[in-house]
Every structure is written in structure tokens, then in C-alpha cells.
Nanobody
Framework: QVQLVESGGGLVQAGDSLRLSCAAS????????IGWFRQAPGKEREFVAA????????LYADSVKGRFTISRDNAKNTVDLQMNSLEPEDTAVYYC????????????????????WGQGTQVTVSS
């Protein structure tokens, strides 16, 4: 199995940028579909972005498209989420998750498809 640890969260102002990192251990991150999800207090878990095992296929939620970029760094065994032009509505705990095996593109944003989850990192955006 794989263990996941998120880092890079913090408190920023609207319009600022943050870069989150999902570090994998116990297995190669390249063996997994990696997704980023977020959850605000009192709200359901929300899909943010995902990247295929090869890195050639990515998917973004409409709310973050054009502002966030997901990428792989296999040398560091991480998947990163670059977040630009942050808004107060982006405030949430951000989780990365992993799924092994082949995944059709239409299923990449479905939380129940992912078996392994990190502990989350808090992102707070002030207005």
C-alpha cells in the first residue's frame, strides 16, 4: 500500500498563491491515479483536480480551472497542486488521494474510486 502526506497549506490573502505537495511513501506515486479533494466545514467533500498515472491526462473542477495546476514529480515521489489567484471560497482542508489500476477518464473525479487518503492540510484565504 501507499501512504500519503499533504503539505504546503497556510493562511494567505485573496489573490495570493500556494503550492501544495502530496508526498507518497511505501510505493511509487507513478503507480497511482492521484486526486486532490477539499472539504470546508459543514460541506461535502469536493473534487478539485486529478492526474493519471502517466501524467498525460488531467481533470479539473470548473471552479478551479485556469487557476490551479496539478503535476507529477516522480523524482521526488510527489504530486503537486499549484494554486493561483486564491479566493476566500477556496478555504478548506485539502486532501490528496490515490487509486491503483486503470481508471477511465470519466471516473477520475469520483471520490469513492480512491482507496488511499492523506490526513489533509488546511488552506485559509482571507478577503
Amino acid at each position: 500500500q501507499v501512504q500519503l502526506v499533504e503539505s504546503g497549506g497556510g493562511l494567505v490573502q485573496a489573490g495570493d498563491s500556494l503550492r501544495l505537495s502530496c508526498a507518497a511513501s511505501g510505493s511509487a506515486v507513478s503507480a497511482y491515479l492521484i486526486g486532490w479533494f477539499r472539504q470546508a466545514p459543514g460541506k461535502e467533500r469536493e473534487f478539485v483536480a486529478a492526474i493519471s498515472r502517466s501524467g498525460s491526462n488531467t481533470l479539473y473542477a470548473d471552479s478551479v480551472k485556469g487557476r490551479f495546476t496539478i503535476s507529477r514529480d516522480n523524482a521526488k515521489n510527489t504530486v503537486d497542486l499549484q494554486m493561483n489567484s486564491l479566493e476566500p471560497e477556496d478555504t478548506a482542508v485539502y486532501y490528496c488521494a490515490a487509486k491503483d489500476g486503470w481508471t477511465p477518464a470519466l471516473a477520475m473525479g469520483v471520490p469513492r474510486m480512491y482507496r488511499y487518503w492523506g490526513q489533509g492540510t488546511q488552506v485559509t484565504v482571507s478577503s
